[in-house]
């Protein structure tokens, strides 16, 4: 296929790809559930009751099960079932820790997780994984690795589903999903972007292309906070739309042209290494820009992204850093000494408390931004009637034609410069009260910065 041919098909794909909507998929946190977007896994029936874990320090997550049942975690995806009420504690671990323990021809299937509480309450766990089964599982053979302190060993499952692995429980220690296969391996994919943060006009980002595993997503957050320059995220949909092989090739492409490096990969699943392979994005001049991962054999689009300069709005950023740097040694010489669950109910006092100094500090732009690409798309409903702004005001923001973030952002300015003195997170947080939880978790998590 020659060069030429090649730019058409891709130009074709691409202008498939406007005319239809993308999954607004998020992650909430660097911990959150990427749902696939595969109509086979999406089809799995959600049976079990849905709960949301506490975030305690480290990382941890604490559920408070009243009764009898199975349950699903909202930020895991594991399912827990228990005989009596019990209280459970548990993380995402890094497989790299363990890559020895995983020998050929096993490979991750999913998750590893270290998971605390009475063995005896908790009858069976169902590990979520990172693949796409289809119609071709029947060649296929699942376990669970057991890491124990006696040594690991290679226990079996109960079940698999389209989405989870099913373990019954026989003592706790880290354990997750390992699969051998005879045929070819389908990975859900997940696209991961850091723009770095520095005084230069230019930008320059790393993408990375994962298995949508969080334990691999969390080794790259870490990796990225551990680098010499800092990042931030870009909060882009992250789900690939064309699952992930092994061994195949893919192309990143931005229009405009940006010095792309490398611009061709093969695909392998990094989860077992230490160190994350990731692509470097570089342009002289802050313009929007398109990314677009290309299939390099089919030429299909198997994600894109449409960045924008809201996209990385950084005004006070090293001031930002420097605060929450100060303020966070305080707050690990306070909370040393104190176990989990009273330092997460110490900061639910702090979150509600209606004044004082930690109450105090304005919003910065950054937050806005953060906070507007969470709010719906009913932002004039929420301009009048829970920001009380103006029909003026309602006006000037419609005079562009503009994505519905930026709506929410310049909403949130017009009440911001309304306030003034009084534009602080625990205000807005009293203005947004009746808007959706995951907005107001993310207005908490703005105070317990202070």
Known sequence: MTCANTCVMISFTVQEWEDKDLPKDHLHSELNKIQPSCEHCNAENKQNEQVTPRLLSREQFLLKLDAEGTYQCTETGLIFEV??????????????????????????????FDVKCDPNCLTSIQ??????????????????????????????????????????????????????????VYHHGAVILYKAIDHNPSLSFRVYIATNNESFIKDISKS?????????????????????????????????????????????????LKLKSYIEVYLEQPVEFKLLLVEMDSEEIVWKAKLRECDWVQHDQNQNISKSSTSGNRRRKM?????????????????????????????????????????????MKMAIANLELERSDIEDIQEKKEDVTIYNFRVLKKWQEKEQSNATAQNLYNCLKSISVEVQDVLKGFLQER
Request: with cysteine; glycine share 4%; net charge neutral.
């Open 83 to 112: 005989n009596r009420k019990v209280d459970i504690k548990y993380c995402v671990l890094s497989w790299s820790k363990y890559a020895d323990l995983v020998v050929k021809p096993w490979i991750v299937g999913g998750p590893l």
């Open 127 to 184: 590990f979520p994984h990172s693949l796409c089964l289809g119609h071709h599982d029947a060649n296929m053979t699942f376990k669970v690795l057991h890491v124990k302190s006696s040594g690991a060993s290679l226990e079996s499952t109960v079940d698999h589903s389209a989405t989870h692995v099913k373990w019954h429980v026989s003592s706790l220690s880290p354990v997750g999903p390992v699969i051998q296969s005879e045929e070819t």
């Open 224 to 272: 990225v906070k551990h680098s010499s320059k800092k990042f931030m995220k870009i909060d882009k949909p992250p789900v690939c739309q064309k699952l992930l092989q092994n061994g195949k090739k893919y192309r990143l492409i931005s229009e405009p042209e940006a010095e792309i490096t490398p611009e061709e990969i093969e695909f392998v699943d990094g989860s077992l």
């Open 335 to 379: 909370n040393s000494s104190l176990s989990d669950e009273e330092v997460y109910d110490k900061r639910m006092k702090q979150v509600d408390t209606s004044d004082g100094a930690k109450t105090r500090n304005l919003l910065t732009d950054t937050q806005l931004i953060i906070l507007a690409a969470k709010l719906g798309k009913e932002w």
